[in-house]
């Protein structure tokens, strides 16, 4: 599957089957999601990969729009101690973010569902998981991502919306 198909299939899923994730395939999502460009190349992202059950059950209930049935969950983190001096050091968000779409769109790839669940900016969110991962203070997640097999199919679509595209400057002229 070439990059624009997996982007445009890729779909938010929330129900999955039992069936586990081989880890080749974890670890190809993962290589996927490091090759993400980043500020400066700091690949300020870790990533926590959940296959434990109970801990599973405590991170989907962090926030109630997180609550599915997956069978692994991979939570994306911004690491403080490589984020970039102030006020640069904002771009993590941005980092992580494009470690996410890559980790989304290798899964499609593979015939794997997901769904992309935000932690940061909300501090309960964010906070409880870092309670239940015990994680350092330095470390901020970001990013729930529930990965599985599904039995169910979203068609695959763009949302493209010729009013949201801005051309400038096409006659030649200097905008005011
Ligand atoms: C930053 C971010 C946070 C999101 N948080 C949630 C979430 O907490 N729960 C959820 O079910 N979907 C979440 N989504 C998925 C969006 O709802 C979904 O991408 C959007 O509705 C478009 O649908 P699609 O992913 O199928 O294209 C999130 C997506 C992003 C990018």
Redesign the pocket.
Known sequence: MDVREAMLK???I?EFNDKPLPDESIRELLQSAMAAPSAHNRQPWEFYVVKNRPLQERLRRV?R??NMNSSLIIIVAGNQQRFMAPPASDFWVQDCSAAVENLLLSATSLGIAS????LFPSSGASGKVREILGLEGHIIPM?LIHLGYSDLV?APRTQYDEARVHLIGETGQTPE
């Open positions: 890729r779909r938010s929330r926030s729009y997180s769904c992309w669940c935000g990013a979203a």
